[in-house]
C-alpha cells in the first residue's frame, strides 16, 4: 500500500513538468493500482458527486477513491427524505446516487438515473443472488416487500420500467445491506425473547419504543401484527387501505394503552433509550446495538422466530454522465466491488454485495465473526479502532446465510403511500 | 458666485424622514414581507410525490383544516399554551415582584437580575434535553425520590409526557415574563405604593389596584412572547413527549420531510393566522403602545 502512494506521489510531480513523463508515470501508477487505463492523466482532474444517506457516505471511502483512483469523490450525506427529492428532481446535482432500492422504485420513473451495463461490471458474477435472481440460495424463498432484484434490472439503457429478470441493464449496483431486528436489554428482561409479538406484550408496558419513520415503522408493525396471530397479510410492503388501517388501529390502542415509552427519529435517540433503561425491547438498527454495547451495557439485537425485516442500497448513476466522467463512475463502481470497501462495511457489521472479494480485506478472524457466525478468537475492532466484540462471542443472528436466509421483508414503498403517511400522523398524534 | 438655494424646512425634515425609514422597510420588506407572500403563494400551488407546481387550489387548506389531526394538534398545543403561560406568568410576576419591590439596593437588583439570565448562556436545546437524564427512569429526580422513601417505584409521568413538555417549557420561557414584567414595575412611582398605603390599603389591595395595573403592559408583552413561542414549537414537544405528542409546529416539518411543500404553506398561514388572532385578543386588553 505504502508502495502506491511512493509512485502515485511521483506520478504528480512529473505532471507538471509534462510531456512523455506524465503518460510513463500515469501509465505506471495505473497499473500498480491495477486499473491501467491511458487516460489515468485525465482523470485526475474529474471530480465525481456522490450523495446518499449516511450510513455509507464514509469519508474514508472518499479518500481511498483519491489514493487509489486519483479521481475527486465528493460526498454529500442526507436523511432519505432528501436524497428521495434530490434524485427525483435535480438530475444535474449529482454523478452517483446512493440510494435504497425502495427509494429506486420511487425515483426511476422520473428518468434521472442511466441503467449500468453489467458486462462492465467486473465482479458482477460474483454478486450475491439477492440482488440478480433474488434468492440467496437457489432453495430460497422471496421476501415481501421491495425485494432488490425487483427493481435491480430493467430492459434496456433507457428502460423505464423493471425487468423481471436479469436482463444485463442494472438500475443500481448493490453496495450495502443488512438484516434489521428488535433489540433487547437482555438483563432487564431476563427471559427468552422469540417472536415480534413481544414488541407489544403487556409486560413491557411503558418500556417499548418503535421508530417514527413511517416507511420504515409500518413494516415493523406489520411483523408485529402476523407475529400476533393478528393478520396474515398477502404482501407487507404493499399494504391496502384496509390493512393500513388494521395495523394501526392495533398499534394507537396499545399507544393508548401507554405500551410506548417513546419514539425515536434518530439513531442517536435510540441508543440513549435503550442505555438508560427507559426502553427494554424496541425496533432498533445494527450499529446503535455496538454503541450501547461499547457503553458496557448488555444489549442484544434479538433474532426472531418470523424473520428479519430487510434493506439494502446500491449506487445509482447520473442519467447526464457521459464520456470520460462516465467511464469514470464505472472504474469507481468496479473499483467499489473489488473488496476494500466491502471489508471496510464488513467490519461495521453490514454486509457487502461481493462477500468473496471483501474477505482479502478481513483477517480470519473478522470474516469468521461477521460473516461465518464463528465465535471470535480474539477482540473484533471495527475500522475506526472501537471494540465491537471480545474473543468466544459470537455474532447475534449467526452467520451471513443465517441472517440474510431468514428475511420475511424488505423496506418497501407502497402503492397507498400517501394514505399511509397520513394514517401514521393520526397514530402520532393519537 | 452661486448660492444654494436653501431648502424649505419642511421639506428638509421630510426628505430626512424618508431617509431614515428606508433602510427598515427595505429589510422588512425583503426578509419579512417577501417570504410570507412567497409562503402564501406556494400553499395554494399543487403537489404530488416528487414534485410541486403552480396551480390555484383550495386542497391543501380543505385537507388541512378538515383533517381530524389537525384539530386534536391545536388541542393539544392550545393546552400547552395555556399551561405554559399561566405558570410562567405567576413564577415571572413573583420574581419580578421580588426584584424590583423586596430588593432595596439597584446594584444587588442588577446582579441578581443577572443571575436570572445564566441559564441563557447555553442553547435552548441543551437547556431542553438536560431534563432528559435528570427525569428519566434511572434520573436523578427518581433516585432521590426513592432514597427520600417519598415513593417506592420511578415515577413514569415525570419524563415523556405533557408534565416533562409543559416544565420544560416553564423553564425555557420563565424569562420572556420575568424581563418585561421586571421592566415596567421599575418605572412604577414608588410614591404611589406609598400613597395607597397613607389611604389605608392593604398588601394585598395595593397589590391588585396599584401593582397589577401598572404591570399590565409588561405582562402583556411577556405572554406574547411565551403564546408564539410555544405555538411554534418544534423540537420541545417532540423531545420532551419522547416522539408521542403531536404540535403544531411538527405537522409543517413533516409536511416539509414528506417533500408536500404546499401543504406545509397552507399549514404555515393557518398556524400565522391562528397566531395573529391570538395576539390581536391580547391586545383588546392591553394598549401597549399607549402605556410604553
Known amino acids: 500500500m505504502t508502495e502506491t502512494t511512493e509512485k502515485k506521489g511521483l506520478s504528480r510531480r512529473s505532471m507538471l513538468k509534462g510531456g512523455a513523463a506524465v503518460a510513463g508515470a500515469a501509465l505506471g501508477s495505473g497499473a500498480i493500482t491495477g486499473f491501467p487505463t491511458i487516460w489515468a492523466q485525465n482523470i485526475k482532474n474529474i471530480t465525481l458527486r456522490q450523495f446518499g444517506t449516511g450510513v455509507s457516505n464514509l469519508n474514508e471511502v472518499g479518500q481511498k477513491v483519491k489514493e487509489d483512483l486519483g479521481f475527486t469523490l465528493e460526498m454529500t450525506a442526507l436523511d432519505s427524505d432528501s436524497v428521495t427529492q434530490r434524485a427525483a428532481t435535480q438530475p444535474k446535482s449529482f454523478d452517483i446516487a446512493d440510494i435504497e432500492y425502495w427509494i429506486c422504485k420511487k425515483v426511476w420513473g422520473a428518468g434521472n438515473l442511466q441503467a449500468m451495463d453489467t458486462s462492465k461490471i467486473k465482479n458482477y458474477d460474483k454478486i450475491v443472488g439477492i440482488f440478480k435472481s433474488g434468492k440467496l440460495t437457489p432453495e430460497s424463498v422471496i421476501a415481501q416487500g421491495t425485494a432488490p432484484h425487483s427493481v435491480g434490472f430493467v430492459e434496456g439503457p433507457d428502460g423505464k420500467t423493471f425487468a423481471e429478470t436479469e436482463t444485463g441493464w442494472m438500475t443500481l449496483i448493490p453496495t450495502i445491506y443488512n438484516a434489521d431486528t428488535l433489540g433487547i436489554r437482555p438483563d432487564l428482561i431476563g427471559r427468552p425473547i422469540d417472536t415480534w409479538a413481544e414488541l407489544l406484550n403487556p409486560e413491557f408496558k411503558g418500556k417499548a419504543s418503535i421508530l417514527d419513520i413511517s416507511s420504515i415503522g409500518i413494516m415493523d408493525m406489520a411483523m408485529v401484527v402476523e407475529a400476533m396471530g393478528e393478520y396474515k397479510y398477502p404482501d407487507k410492503g404493499n399494504m391496502t387501505r384496509d390493512e393500513i388501517d388494521l395495523t394501526m388501529k392495533i398499534f394507537t390502542e396499545a399507544k393508548k394503552n401507554g405500551q410506548f415509552r417513546a419514539f425515536w427519529k434518530s439513531f442517536d435517540e435510540s441508543v440513549n433509550l435503550m442505555a438508560s433503561g427507559e426502553v427494554v425491547i424496541q425496533s432498533m438498527w445494527s450499529p446503535a446495538i455496538t454503541a450501547v454495547k461499547s457503553k458496557g451495557i448488555p444489549c442484544v439485537y434479538q433474532p426472531l422466530k418470523e424473520g428479519y425485516r430487510s434493506w439494502g442500497g446500491g449506487l445509482g448513476l447520473s442519467a447526464a454522465l457521459t464520456g470520460l466522467e462516465l467511464e469514470a463512475a464505472y472504474e469507481y463502481i468496479n473499483w467499489y466491488l473489488s473488496g476494500w470497501v466491502g471489508g471496510f462495511l464488513m467490519r461495521q457489521g453490514y454486509y457487502s454485495a461481493v462477500p468473496e472479494t471483501s474477505k482479502e480485506f478481513m483477517d480470519a478472524n473478522e470474516w469468521g465473526y461477521w460473516f461465518e457466525g464463528k465465535p471470535a478468537t480474539d477482540v473484533i475492532k471495527n475500522p475506526f479502532g472501537d471494540a465491537m466484540a471480545q474473543a468466544g462471542e459470537t455474532r447475534d443472528g449467526g452467520s451471513f446465510y443465517d441472517r440474510m436466509g431468514a428475511v420475511a421483508c424488505w423496506n418497501a414503498v407502497m402503492d397507498e403511500n400517501q394514505y399511509m403517511v397520513r394514517k401514521w400522523n393520526e397514530f402520532i398524534a393519537a | ?292
Request: charged share 10%.
Open chain 2, 1 to 292: 458666485m452661486k448660492t444654494r438655494k436653501a431648502l424649505d424646512p419642511d421639506k428638509r425634515s421630510e426628505r430626512v424622514s424618508w431617509a431614515l425609514v428606508t433602510p427598515l422597510t427595505l429589510v422588512l420588506g425583503f426578509f419579512l414581507l417577501a417570504p410570507i407572500a412567497t409562503i402564501v403563494t406556494v400553499s395554494f400551488w399543487g403537489y404530488n410525490e416528487w414534485s410541486f407546481y403552480p396551480d390555484f387550489t383550495f386542497d391543501n387548506y380543505l385537507f388541512h383544516l378538515t383533517s381530524a389531526v389537525t384539530w386534536a394538534t391545536y388541542l393539544k398545543t392550545l393546552k400547552f399554551v395555556v399551561l405554559t403561560w399561566v405558570f410562567c406568568a405567576v413564577i415571572g410576576f413573583t420574581v419580578a415582584y421580588f426584584l424590583a419591590f423586596h430588593v432595596q439596593s439597584l446594584p444587588v437588583q442588577i446582579a441578581l437580575f443577572l443571575v436570572c439570565t445564566i441559564p441563557f448562556w447555553t442553547s435552548n436545546i441543551i437547556r431542553m434535553i438536560s431534563w432528559i437524564p435528570f427525569l428519566g427512569r434511572n434520573g436523578l429526580a427518581n433516585s432521590a425520590l426513592i432514597s427520600l422513601g417519598v415513593t417506592d417505584e420511578p415515577l413514569e409521568w415525570l419524563l415523556y409526557s405533557d408534565f416533562a413538555v409543559v416544565l420544560a417549557f416553564v423553564h425555557l420561557y420563565a424569562l420572556f415574563m420575568v424581563v418585561p414584567i421586571f421592566n415596567t414595575m421599575m418605572r412604577i412611582d414608588k410614591s404611589l405604593v406609598e400613597a395607597a398605603r397613607d389611604a389605608g390599603a392593604t398588601g394585598f389591595q395595593i397589590l391588585m389596584n396599584v401593582i397589577i395595573p401598572l404591570t399590565k403592559p409588561g405582562i402583556m408583552i411577556g405572554s406574547i412572547f411565551v403564546v408564539t413561542l410555544v405555538m411554534g414549537d418544534v423540537i420541545t414537544v417532540r423531545h420532551m413527549s419522547g416522539g408521542q405528542s403531536a404540535s403544531v409546529g411538527r405537522i409543517i416539518s413533516n409536511e416539509i420531510s414528506l417533500l408536500q411543500y404546499p401543504a406545509a404553506a397552507a399549514s404555515s398561514v393557518v398556524l400565522l393566522v391562528t397566531v395573529l388572532l391570538m395576539i390581536g385578543i391580547m391586545m383588546r386588553f392591553v394598549n401597549i403602545r399607549k402605556e410604553l
